[in-house]
Structures are given as C-alpha cells and as structure tokens.
T-cell receptor
C-alpha cells in the first residue's frame, strides 16, 4: 500500500522557536496533502489543504502566518510552526491523497496518513 | 464543517464481535471510511464504502451503510486484543477536497 513518511516523530522546543515538520509520499505522487491537528482524546481537526505548486487553503480559525505550509513538489509538503508557544503543543498528522492517473476512482479517493508528530513546546 | 459523530468508548471481550457506530449529517457524502489509530501513531485505512452500497465485507470487517438514516457501522468479528485502538469514521464529500472525521471510538478488548 501507499506509504506516507512524516518526520520528525516527536520534537521538543523552546517557546518562541520555529519547528518544521515534513510529510513525504514515498511511492506515489500526491498533488494534495492535508494537515491535521489532534488534541488528546479528540478527533482530527483539519488545519489546511496543501496543493502542489500553489498556496495552501486554510480552515477557518487557523492562522496562516503561524502555520506555514509549503508544497514544493509532488512528494513533499512541510508545515512550519512559527514562534511556537505552549498552546501549540499537539499531535500533528499529515495525509496525502493518491491521485494516480488511470487508477480506479476508489483508489483515487484513498487518504493515507503519516505516523504523526508530537510537538511539545516548553 | 460537517458533523460526524461516534460514541467515545466500547469495551468487549476477546472473541466477541465489536460494533462501532457512526452518524453523519451530509447526504452528499460520496465515500465513507474507517480508520484505525494505535497509540502514538497515524491513521491506518481499514476499509471504505461507496455511498451507493449497503454493505461491504472484508475478512473480519463488515461495513454497513444506511444512507437514509445517515448511519455507518463497522463490525469486527472475533475481536482480538490487537484490535484495541481508536477507530475513526470519516466521510468525503462530492468534491473530494475534504475529509471530515468523527471524534473516534476507543475500543478496549479484554482478554
């Protein structure tokens, strides 16, 4: 099956610093990647949709200047948490949609997830 | 956003069947999914069903969809301790641009 690699798995940083999280699709091209945030015992909250070669689309209430998303290639999207604060501590998960040409519609609509990044801001 | 709801907890004994339920509000859902999340890990796609289907079976997993009532369920036969995890249902809408998730059901399997 399709593999999405997310790095790092966990990171601890000081308040005020920036942290970059990478999301890579290893064996398929992902024109669209999604970034989610998950609080303990809660569901995934969609933060933004990242489209290759264009600006990300942010969900309402998500600060685009704080959560910078770059999708420079068909296999890589990055999320940078700028000037992190303790309230930014959370589990961040990326996902990618496999949109292979010629694949069945059902295949195209599968969403594959990275293993997540636990961010702790001190 | 769309409203996808699940009960928070389910506890079963090993060998029993587990049924996890999900309700959603948007009738324009095209695909509905079940994902499994183990502690500290991302989500693993378990199975999915197209909105014009009523049922899909995949080994120990059976998905039932009642589109009229907007109700989705996941049945796990012969539940094992390794099935203990959080299960999320999700829907994608007609334009496939967004996926909306339920709050997750924590399944606890007792030996």
């Amino acid at each position: 099956g399709a593999v999405v690699s997310q790095h790092p798995s966990w990171v601890i940083c000081k308040s005020g610093t920036s942290v970059k999280i990478e999301c890579r699709s290893l064996d398929f091209q992902a024109t669209t990647m999604f970034w989610y945030r998950q609080f303990p015992k809660q569901s995934l909250m969609l933060m933004a949709t990242s489209n290759e070669g264009s600006k990300a689309t942010y969900e309402q209430g998500v600060e685009k200047d704080k959560f910078l998303i770059n999708h420079a290639s068909l296999t890589l999207s990055t999320l940078t948490v700028t000037s992190a604060h303790p309230e930014d501590s959370s589990f961040y998960i990326c996902s990618a949609r496999d949109r292979r040409r010629g694949a069945s519609k059902a295949t195209n609509e599968k969403l594959f997830f990275g293993s997540g990044t636990q961010l702790s801001v001190l | 956003g769309e409203d996808v709801e699940q009960s928070l907890f389910l506890s079963v004994r090993e060998g029993d069947s587990s049924v996890i339920n999900c309700t959603y509000t948007d009738s324009s859902s095209t695909y509905l999914y079940w994902y499994k999340q183990e502690p500290g890990a991302g989500l693993q796609l378990l199975t999915y069903i197209f909105s014009n289907m009523d049922m899909k079976q995949d080994q120990r997993l059976t998905v039932l969809l009642n589109k009229k009532d907007k109700h989705l369920s996941l049945r796990i036969a012969d539940t094992q301790t390794g099935d203990s995890a959080i299960y999320f249902c999700a829907e994608s809408l007609y334009n496939f641009n967004k996926f909306y998730f339920g709050s997750g059901t924590k399944l606890n399997v007792k030996p």
